[in-house]
Structures are given as C-alpha cells and as structure tokens.
Nanobody
Framework: QVQLVESGGGPVQAGGSLRLSCAAS????????MGWYRQAPGKQRELVAR???????NYGESVKGRFTISRDNVKKTVYLQMNSLKPEDTAVYYC????????????????WGQGTQVTVSS
C-alpha cells in the first residue's frame, strides 16, 4: 500500500555533511508528520527530527543547530540536512511518516522506511 524509500546515507568524515531523502508513495490521502529516527548499535531508537504538514518542527537535543529537516508536500518527500557530523551520529537512520490512506480517511497509520546507514569517522 505505502512505501517509504530512503536515500543519501553513507560514510563521511567528522565535520562533514550528508543529506538524507525519504519519498513516500502508494495509496496516500494525506501525510501528517514525517520524520527521522536513528538507532545506533546497542541503543534504543531515538527521534532525530520531525516535521508537520504545516512546517512545524521538533529536533532531538543532540542534533539541534546541526541538522535541518524539511519536506516537499507535493513530492511527498522529507529531507534531513546533516551538517557538522560527529562520530556519535553514526547509526541507521529510519524515515517515519504518519499517513492517512485513500478510502480510510478516519484512520492514520505509521509507516517506516528500511533504514539507511550513516557512518561518521573521526
């Protein structure tokens, strides 16, 4: 029904930048929040950033001032610009979207992408 396809991860040196993208497709009526979460080995998944359909944003404390989330509602795509990367940013980054499906407009479902690895070397 719905797919979230992520791209843009990879290796980078500390201090560098990466831009992640996540495109949603399928039987979509509307998308409320879109966001990014990450999970490092041995740690719980944590919020990186999320953005509402109107542009309101929330950021995890550890990325404030370094990461910027944005979205293109027409393309159903969310972006994460990551600057000043640190080794502790190394994790699998997952896209998440809260989606209302066509024909099921009373309900909202949470979907996840497959994850993209970001590795920051010192």
């Amino acid at each position: 029904q719905v797919q979230l396809v992520e791209s843009g991860g990879g290796p980078v040196q500390a201090g560098g930048s990466l831009r992640l993208s996540c495109a949603a497709s399928g039987n979509i009526f509307s998308i409320n929040f879109m966001g990014w979460y990450r999970q490092a080995p041995g740690k719980q998944r944590e919020l990186v950033a999320r953005i509402g359909s109107g542009g309101s944003t929330n950021y995890g404390e550890s990325v404030k001032g370094r990461f910027t989330i944005s979205r293109d509602n027409v393309k159903k795509t969310v972006y994460l610009q990551m600057n000043s990367l640190k080794p502790e940013d190394t994790a699998v980054y997952y896209c998440n979207a809260e989606i209302v499906l066509t024909g099921q407009e009373r309900f909202q479902y949470s979907y996840w992408g497959q994850g993209t690895q970001v590795t920051v070397s010192s």
